[in-house]
C-alpha cells in the first residue's frame, strides 16, 4: 500500500512567520509531487507542482524535494490569515498511469 | 478559461438508489480523475479515464464507476448506494499524458448524501 503521510496538525503559526509543512512518501519511486490547499467547504486548489531535488520557489511558497529521504515540504513565508487551510501532499504513485495519493492533510491556522 | 465543472453540486439519494454525478473538464483537458473525500479516509482516488478509456483505478468496489465521452465530459455512476457512500466527490483534469501535463485541476465537487 502506497502511502503519504503528514502531520494533521493543527499547526499554528503567527501573522508574517513561515509555517513550515511535512510530507513523507513511501514509493521510492514517485516521480511528482505536488501540494494543495483546500479552505473549509471547497475543493483543492493546486499551488505548487516540484519534480526534481532541491526547491521550488513560487511567490511566498517554496516547495522541497527530496527524494533519498522520501521527503517532500511547502514553506510559506510571511504567513497571511488568508492562507489558513488544510494543506495536502499528493504524489503520482503511478507512472504513467496517472494515480494520485493524497495524504490526510495538515491543517494551518494563521493568527493575526 | 473556464474551470473543472461538477454538477449536480448537491444530492440526497437513498440507500439502494444509484447515483450518476457528471464533470465537464478544463477546455483543451483530455484526461479526468475521479476522487472520493471523506474526514475519515481523506482523498480517495478512485479512476482516470483518458480518451473514453478508463487508465488507472483504485480500489473501490464495482458499484463505482465511470465513463468518458468523446468532448472529453465524463460521467461516474454509484449503483446500490450505501450510508458510507456519503461523501464529496471531486473531478479533476489536466492536459494530456505527458509528463508535462502532470498538473491536475480540480472541480468544485458533488456533496452526495446517503440515507
Known amino acids: 500500500q502506497k502511502e503519504v503521510e503528514q502531520n494533521s496538525g493543527p499547526l499554528s503559526v503567527p501573522e508574517g512567520a513561515i509555517a513550515s509543512l511535512n510530507c513523507t512518501y513511501s514509493?521510492?519511486?514517485?516521480?511528482?509531487f505536488f501540494w494543495y490547499r483546500q479552505y473549509s467547504g471547497k475543493s483543492p486548489e493546486l499551488i505548487m507542482s516540484i519534480y526534481s531535488n532541491g526547491d521550488k520557489e513560487d511567490g511566498r511558497f517554496t516547495a522541497q524535494l527530496n527524494k533519498a529521504s522520501q521527503y517532500v515540504s511547502l514553506l510559506i513565508r510571511d504567513s497571511q490569515p488568508s492562507d489558513s487551510a488544510t494543506y495536502l501532499c499528493a504524489v503520482n504513485s503511478g507512472g504513467s498511469n496517472y494515480k494520485l495519493t493524497f495524504g490526510k492533510g495538515t491543517l494551518l491556522t494563521v493568527n493575526p | 478559461k473556464a474551470g473543472v465543472t461538477q454538477t449536480p453540486r448537491y444530492l440526497i439519494k437513498t440507500r439502494g438508489q444509484q447515483v450518476t454525478l457528471s464533470c465537464s473538464p478544463i477546455?483543451?483537458?483530455?484526461?479526468v480523475s475521479w476522487y472520493q473525500q471523506t474526514p475519515g479516509q481523506g482523498l480517495q482516488f478512485l479512476f482516470e479515464y483518458f480518451s473514453e478509456t478508463q487508465r488507472n483505478k483504485g480500489n473501490f468496489p464495482g458499484r463505482f464507476s465511470g465513463r468518458q465521452f468523446s468532448n472529453s465530459r465524463s460521467e461516474m455512476n454509484v449503483s446500490t448506494l450505501e450510508l458510507g457512500d456519503s461523501a464529496l466527490y471531486l473531478c479533476?483534469?489536466?492536459?494530456?499524458?505527458?509528463?508535462?501535463?502532470?498538473?491536475?485541476?480540480f472541480g468544485p465537487g458533488t456533496r452526495l448524501t446517503v440515507t
Open positions: 514509493d521510492r519511486g514517485s516521480q511528482s
Open positions: 479533476a483534469s489536466r492536459a494530456s499524458m505527458d509528463r508535462l501535463s502532470y498538473e491536475q485541476y
Open positions: 477546455s483543451g483537458h483530455r484526461s
